[in-house]
């Protein structure tokens, strides 16, 4: 069964740091582009961060660059989105999708083949 299980969400407060996990059962995440979406209360998903698994190339929202990284860990099978200097407005729920070609748009959603369930990042004090 194909399986994507996000995970490492949780309370923080603003400026600290969470590691999100992505981890795949039942495929080879490394021959997949792996993208993280989120959704904040209210608004529509979006793209946050993108990595392509032709070329390893990542794509980060403008507003998230500089403060969060996507990495890959073959041996686990697992994408990590490292998330520092959090604010506020990155609190949603995020969710990691997988595409078995490198989308032509890295953040259309229709080009992603499988979803994971979201887990929940909220920045407060």
């Known amino acids: 069964e194909v399986q994507l299980q996000a995970s490492g969400g949780g309370l923080v407060q603003p400026g600290g740091s969470l590691r999100l996990s992505c981890a795949a059962s039942g495929f080879t995440l490394d021959d997949y582009a792996i993208t993280w979406f989120r959704r904040a209360p209210g608004k529509e998903r979006e793209g946050v961060s993108s990595i392509y698994s032709s070329n390893g190339n990542t794509y980060y929202a403008d507003v998230v660059k500089g403060r969060f990284t996507i990495s890959r860990d073959n041996a686990k099978n697992t994408v990590y989105l490292h998330m520092n200097s959090l604010k506020s407005e990155d609190t949603a729920v995020y969710y990691c999708?997988?595409?078995?070609?490198?989308?032509?748009?890295?953040?259309?959603?229709?080009?992603?083949?499988?979803w994971g369930r979201g887990t929940q990042v909220t920045v407060s004090s």
């Open positions: 999708a997988a595409a078995q070609r490198d989308p032509r748009l890295v953040w259309k959603e229709a080009e992603y083949d499988y």
